[in-house]
């Protein structure tokens, strides 16, 4: 079974504060994604990386950055959180068939 | 742009009925389509995909159809079952790029 886990399930930060959220996959996938998720809104993809070192802007990069060192992790950083950050945060990673697999979610709140 | 998006929002369906969820897709390049569901506190996860050079794929109670002619999309779910309130999400993919771009999703709830 594909396995994506996520650092955290709750998070809660003040506005100004890095915030690091974490995701690891345990397939040896290429690729992997970083989404966030509002209501009406569906899945938004904020940053993408298709191998280790790599990584390409999303729809909506803005407020954040990533980083992958290890294939097998993919870091999303939000530099100094706002409270329009406030969001379902997804991680999903994919092989070349194109189907990806999420992790649980991590829902941060930004006050 | 181009997106994915889905006839509605909301979608109550009795227990034991067919259930129906479209989507209408905009991008004709788009050649792979997923459906994935959604349960309350939990990621998506897959049920089912199709390639654009099928109109037609079956898995365990679901159908997924593709329509390239009015770019649309749908999810035939047999039998319904309390299990299957979640909100569903289709997504597609463009030649040559593993991203997805994702709908809005539907919202099905079971009745008993």
């Known amino acids: 079974d594909v396995k994506v886990t996520q650092s955290s399930r709750y998070l809660v930060k003040r506005t100004g504060e890095k915030v690091f959220l974490e995701c690891v996959q345990d397939?040896?996938?290429?690729?992997m994604f970083w989404y966030r998720q509002d209501p009406g809104l569906g899945l938004r993809l904020i940053y993408f990386?298709?191998?280790?070192?790599?990584?390409e802007k999303g729809d909506i990069p803005e407020g954040y950055s990533v980083s992958r060192e290890k294939k097998e992790r993919f870091s999303l950083i939000l530099e100094s959180a706002s409270t329009n950050q406030t969001s379902m945060y997804l991680c999903?990673?994919?092989?070349?068939?194109?189907?990806?697999?999420f992790g649980p979610g991590t829902r941060l709140t930004v006050t | 742009g181009e997106s994915v998006g889905l006839h509605l929002p909301t979608l109550s369906v009795q227990e034991g009925d067919n259930s129906i969820i479209n989507c209408a897709y905009s991008?004709?390049?788009?050649?792979?389509f997923i459906w994935y569901k959604q349960e309350s506190g939990k990621g998506p996860q897959f049920i089912i995909d199709?390639?654009?050079?099928?109109d037609k794929r079956q898995g365990q109670r679901v159908t997924v159809l593709l329509n390239k002619t009015v770019k649309h999309l749908s999810l035939q779910i047999a039998a319904t079952q309390p299990g299957d309130s979640a909100v569903y999400f289709c997504?597609?993919?463009?030649?040559?790029?593993?991203?997805?771009?994702f709908g809005a999703g539907t919202t099905v709830t079971v009745r008993a």
């Open positions: 397939m040896d996938h290429e690729n």
């Open positions: 199709i390639r654009s050079n099928m």
């Open positions: 999903a990673s994919s092989d070349t068939s194109g189907e990806q697999y």
């Open positions: 997504a597609e993919n463009i030649s040559n790029d593993y991203k997805l771009s």
């Open positions: 991008n004709s390049a788009s050649d792979y």
């Open positions: 990386s298709y191998d280790v070192k790599m990584k």
